[in-house]
């Protein structure tokens, strides 16, 4: 009995050192996770971030898009002196020798915010229903427009990445909460991962990555420690929010009609 425990034990030391070292030989990735805000995109973030190869940024351009558009968000001056306000400078960020995984929120590329980086990353574009996103935006943010929401940027930059010649992934977020190991499963299979049971499951409390914005936005994902029940029936919308939804349904309907 020893002897086999023994020998298992063993073996599982190898396994794991095998694992380590394909690791390291594997070329770091650097995966763009497109995405408008209240769309699962922290917790999107929190899995990536449990996976030993991959550290994480969150939404990079935002201070700049801040200082560049002057638009008054919730804990703007923060924001602004804790963040790069220099796109250029955020690109270089990318520039890593290890896995990256970077939450993007397509509003925040404005016109002359370098794209050259484009090209070397892996792109994926995490998608939700318009209704679900303006019910949640509108509880933190009053009188939201089409442009805060993200979607008709998310699909320009959809339509720029594939007229590039790649392939960009995308994954809807009522899927990944209806089945997360099912769904994450196919996301990794898409992206040229292996699969990594530790996306499932992250410490409550947050991340050491989050953005200063965490304190007004995250207070739910950061109590969890694992992604959301399953979504219910679309909610209901304010009279004066049905036309921002209406808008933005045929940009998540383009990008839906792509979804793993």
């Not at 427009?145 to 320009?156: A, K, N, P, S």
């Not at 200063?212 to 950061?222: E, K, N, P, R, S």
Request: aromatic share 10%; with cysteine; charged share 25%.
């Amino acid at each position: 009995m020893f002897l086999e425990t023994e020998a298992k034990r063993l073996a599982a030391q190898f396994t794991e050192r095998l694992a380590h070292s394909e690791v390291k030989r594997r070329k770091p990735m650097h995966i763009a996770m497109w995405s408008g805000p209240r769309n699962l995109s922290t917790a999107m973030m929190y899995s990536f971030g449990a996976r030993a190869e991959f550290s994480v940024l969150d939404e990079p351009f935002y201070a700049a898009y801040l200082d560049a558009t002057g638009l008054d968000h919730p804990m703007r001056a923060e924001i602004l002196d804790t963040m790069e306000t220099d796109p250029a400078v955020v690109a270089q960020q990318f520039q890593t020798k290890h896995s990256l995984y970077t939450k993007q929120m397509t509003h925040h590329i404005l016109d002359g915010f370098p794209r050259d980086w484009f090209a070397n990353a892996r792109h994926a574009f995490l998608i939700r229903h318009p209704a679900r996103v303006v019910a949640s935006y509108a509880v933190k943010r009053e009188a939201p427009t089409l442009d805060d929401i993200g979607f008709v940027q998310q699909c320009e930059i959809f339509e720029e990445v594939r007229a590039m010649g790649t392939d960009p992934v995308v994954v809807d977020s009522f899927d990944i909460r209806q089945d997360p190991e099912a769904t994450l499963r196919k996301l990794c299979t898409a992206l040229g991962l292996d699969w990594d049971p530790a996306m499932l499951h992250w410490p409550a409390g947050g991340h050491q990555s989050d953005g200063v914005w965490a304190a007004h936005w995250y207070g739910a994902v950061h109590k969890s420690t694992g992604f959301a029940d399953p979504e219910g029936p679309l909610p209901e919308i304010a009279d004066d929010l049905k036309p921002l939804v209406d808008a933005a349904m045929p940009s998540y309907d383009r990008l839906a009609a792509f979804k793993i």
